[in-house]
């Protein structure tokens, strides 16, 4: 199988900084997005990664390690609205299709 | 630019009925896919299209389900006949394929009574 996991719910601090994981069978991945949504809204994409390390994009940061089939997303400065659930997403070998992982809730208290 | 755009937003419906879900991709973006978001299951990919052509229907849950793309601008979702268990979220998305993102429309919230 391709299963790609992360933890389900996560809890942090306005202001702090927060990494969500993700880890995946390495066997038929090819890199991996990032996603987020909103209660009640469509995903919206943040950051891929294809090669091995960081990608840093604002406050968003994203980093890949392909051998040991693990991902993470960092976000800083955390803010009220950046409560929502972040979806990581392995691709296959050419990159145009797209399995999701269950989604870990970020909620972001003051 | 417009984004990805599909009707209708909400549908209610009888068990037994054909429901139909339309989805209009990005201008230029190649791919097309169709999702469907449950609690249980989460973001599910049913089948995909390249240039018109279903690529991948491995997603698609049984023969109640079919999909469409009869040119770059449309494609359709179609359950018939439909079943409660079938009530989600179902997305559409669009891409130019190649590790660039998906681009998602806002969804169509199928509940099966």
């Known amino acids: 199988g391709q299963n790609i996991d992360q933890p389900t719910e996560m809890t942090a601090t306005e202001g702090a900084i927060v990494q969500i994981n993700c880890t995946y069978q390495?066997?038929?991945?090819?890199?991996l997005f990032w996603y987020q949504q909103h209660a009640g809204e469509a995903p919206t994409f943040l950051s891929y990664?294809?090669?091995?390390g960081l990608e840093e994009k604002g406050r968003f940061s994203s980093f890949l390690s392909r051998s040991k089939g693990y991902s993470y997303l960092l976000l800083k400065e955390l803010q009220m609205k950046d409560s929502a659930s972040y979806l990581c997403?392995?691709?296959?070998?050419?990159?145009?299709?797209?399995?999701f992982g269950g989604g870990t809730r970020l909620m972001v208290k003051p | 630019d417009a984004g990805v755009i599909q009707s209708p937003r909400h549908e209610v419906t009888e068990m037994g009925q054909e429901v139909t879900l339309r989805c209009k991709p990005i201008?230029?973006?190649?791919?097309l896919f169709w999702y469907r978001q449950t609690m249980m299951r989460g973001l599910e990919l049913l089948i995909y299209?390249?240039?018109?052509?279903?690529?991948?229907d491995s997603g698609m849950p049984e023969d109640r389900f079919s999909a469409k793309m009869p040119n770059a601008s449309f494609s359709t979702l179609k359950i018939q006949p439909s079943e409660p268990r079938d009530s989600a979220v179902y997305f559409c998305?669009?891409?130019?394929?190649?590790?660039?993102?998906?681009?998602f429309g806002d969804g169509t919230r199928l509940s099966i009574l």
């Open positions: 998305a669009s891409s130019t394929g190649g590790f660039q993102p998906q681009h």
């Open positions: 390495t066997s038929g991945f090819n890199g």
């Open positions: 990664n294809v090669l091995d």
């Open positions: 997403a392995g691709t296959n070998n050419a990159g145009n299709m797209l399995t």
């Open positions: 201008s230029g973006h190649d791919y």
């Open positions: 299209f390249n240039n018109n052509v279903p690529i991948d």
